[in-house]
C-alpha cells in the first residue's frame, strides 16, 4: 500500500510541473531566432530565474521521495538503488550550485560563462547515460534469462542503447560549439549561432549529424517496442483505426527529417499560405514530446488493468520518466541558439531525473511482480497485456536465485575449507542442490505465512 506520507498526488502534481517547465523553457528557446527583438526584454530573465530555482526545489523532492518509497517497498534487491540515488543526488547537488552560480552572473554580473553552461551539460548527460546503461545491462539480463526469449526485451534495450548514443553526440556537440563561443554571454540582440555550414566536414557538423541520426534510429526502435506490446489494443479496435494512431507520431518524426534534407520538399511546404520556417520549427519540435507520449502510453495503458497500488505507481512514472527524457535531450538547440539568459538548460537539468524515473518505474515494477506471488497470479490473467513484464519478473526471479546462490557457496565454501583443515574430510555442494534447499525454505515461508 502506497505511503500515506508521501501521497501520489503530490508526486504526480510534481512530475506534471517539471514537464510543464520543460516545455515553456525549449518552446521559448526554438521561437527565439524569430523573435530577436525581446532578447532584452526583463520578462526573459525573470522566467528563467524562477524556473532554474524551481527545477532544482522539484526535482530533489521527487527524487527523494521516490527514493523512500522503493526502500519502504523494499525492492532494493539486486542493484542498489539507495546507492544509486546517493550517487545521483551528488551529482545533482553539483549542477545546481553550478545552475544557482550561473543565475548569480545573470543577476549581479549581467552575464554568464559558457563554461558553467557545458558543466551543466556534461554532468546532466553523463548521469542519464550512466542510469540508461544500467537499464540496457538489466535488459539484456533479463532477456538472456528468458526461457521465451521475449524479443521485445532486447528491442527496448536496443533503444535504450541508441539514445545512450544519441546522447553522447548531444553532450559532444554541445560542448564542442560552447568551446568556439566567446567565454562569456552579454545580453544583445542575435543568437550565438555555430558557423559552420553543411558539407563543410568539420567535427562539428559530423557529431551533430551522428546526433541526428542515431536520435532517429533509436525512436524507430522504440516506435516498434511500442507497437509489439499496443498490438492487443488492434484486437478492441478496428486495424484501420489502430494502426494509423500508433503510425502517425512515426510519420510526422520521418517526415520532419525527410523535409530538412531535402531543399526542394522545404520549399513546397514554405510555399503554402500562411506557412513560415518558425511554423516548421514549431510542428518538428512537437513531433517529439508527441512521439514521447506514444512510447508512454504503454505504460499508462497498463496501470488501468492493475488493482495493486505500488504496481500502478511505478508504471506510472516509467510513462513520464520516458516523456520527461524525449523533451529534456535538447543541448544542440541550446548550442545552437544560445541566447541571454540560457534557455533550454532548465530542460537539460531533467535528465538525470527523467533517466532515473524510467529505471526505478521498469525494474521496481518487475522486481515487486518477481516476488509478489498474489500480483503475478492476478498479472497472469492478463497475460496478452503483461507478456512483456511476465517474461522479466522470471527472469528477475531467477538472477535473483542465481545471486542466492553465489552468496550462499561463498558462505559454504568457507566453512567447507575450515572443516576440511579441521577433519581431513572434504564434501562438495552442487549449485542444484543449494537450488532445492532455497526453494524449501521459500516454500516453508509461505506455508507459515
Known amino acids: 500500500m502506497i505511503t500515506s506520507g508521501y501521497p501520489l498526488s503530490r508526486i504526480y502534481l510534481l512530475i506534471i510541473s517539471s514537464i510543464a517547465i520543460m516545455l515553456v ?28 530555482l524551481s527545477s532544482i526545489a522539484i526535482q530533489f523532492l521527487i527524487m527523494q521521495r521516490i527514493n523512500s518509497k522503493t526502500i519502504r517497498d523494499n525492492t532494493n ?6 546507492i544509486l540515488y546517493k550517487g545521483i543526488l551528488v551529482i545533482f547537488s553539483f549542477a545546481s550550485i553550478i545552475s544557482i552560480l550561473i543565475c548569480y552572473q545573470i543577476i549581479f554580473l549581467s552575464y554568464f ?6 558543466m551543466v551539460v556534461s554532468s546532466s548527460y553523463v548521469t542519464s547515460m550512466f542510469i540508461l546503461s544500467l537499464l540496457s545491462y538489466r535488459l539484456i539480463s533479463w532477456y538472456n534469462n528468458s526461457d521465451t526469449k521475449n524479443y521485445t526485451i532486447l528491442l527496448y534495450s536496443i533503444s535504450f542503447t541508441l539514445i545512450i548514443i544519441s546522447e553522447f553526440f548531444s553532450m559532444v556537440f554541445t560542448i564542442l560549439v560552447l568551446d568556439d563561443k566567446s567565454n562569456s554571454i552579454y545580453p544583445r540582440l542575435g543568437l550565438a549561432i555555430p ?15 551522428s546526433n541526428y541520426y542515431t536520435t532517429f534510429l533509436s525512436f524507430v526502435a522504440m516506435w516498434f517496442s511500442t507497437v509489439l506490446i499496443l498490438r492487443y489494443y488492434a484486437r478492441n479496435i478496428s486495424a484501420l483505426r489502430f494502426w494509423p494512431l500508433v503510425s502517425f507520431p512515426l510519420a510526422f518524426l520521418v517526415l520532419q527529417y525527410i523535409i530538412q534534407d531535402t531543399y526542394f520538399m522545404r520549399m513546397i511546404f514554405l510555399s503554402w499560405s500562411g506557412f513560415s520556417n518558425m511554423h516548421l520549427t514549431i510542428i518538428f519540435w512537437i513531433s ?39 523533451i529534456a535531450n535538447q543541448a544542440p538547440a541550446v548550442a545552437s541558439s544560445l541566447s541571454f539568459p540560457p534557455f533550454g538548460l532548465i530542460a537539460i537539468s531533467f ?25 503475478k497470479k492476478s498479472i497472469s490473467i492478463l497475460a496478452d497485456k503483461f507478456n512483456l513484464w511476465e517474461s522479466m ?8 536465485n542465481e545471486n542466492k546462490i553465489n552468496k550462499i557457496n561463498k558462505i559454504m565454501k568457507s566453512n567447507q575449507d575450515k572443516y576440511a583443515d579441521s577433519t581431513g574430510i572434504r564434501h562438495q555442494v552442487s ?11 521459500m516454500m516453508e515461508k509461505q506455508t507459515k505465512e
Open 288 to 326: 517529439k514530446p508527441i512521439c514521447g507520449i506514444l512510447f508512454g502510453f504503454v505504460f499508462w495503458s497498463l496501470v488501468r488493468h492493475v488493482r495493486n497500488a505500488n504496481m500502478r505507481f511505478y508504471l506510472s512514472i516509467s510513462a513520464f520518466g520516458i516523456v520527461m527524457l524525449i
Open 25 to 52: 523553457d525549449i518552446s521559448i528557446i526554438i521561437t527565439s531566432v524569430y523573435y530577436s527583438g525581446d532578447l532584452l526584454s526583463k520578462w526573459r530573465i525573470y522566467v528563467f530565474l524562477t524556473f532554474s
Open 431 to 441: 549449485d542444484s542442490e543449494i537450488l532445492d534447499y532455497i526453494n524449501e525454505l
Open 351 to 375: 535528465l538525470s531525473l527523467s533517466s532515473y524515473l524510467l529505471f526505478t518505474g521498469i525494474y521496481n515494477s518487475v522486481v515487486l511482480m518477481s516476488y509478489d506471488a498474489l500480483l
Open 77 to 82: 534487491k539486486q542493484f542498489r538503488l539507495d
Open 113 to 118: 560563462s559558457t563554461f558553467l553552461v557545458s
Open 195 to 209: 558557423l559552420f555550414s553543411p558539407g563543410s566536414g568539420t567535427l562539428q557538423e559530423f557529431v551533430l549529424y
Open 393 to 400: 519478473s522470471t527472469s528477475e526471479s531467477i538472477l535473483e
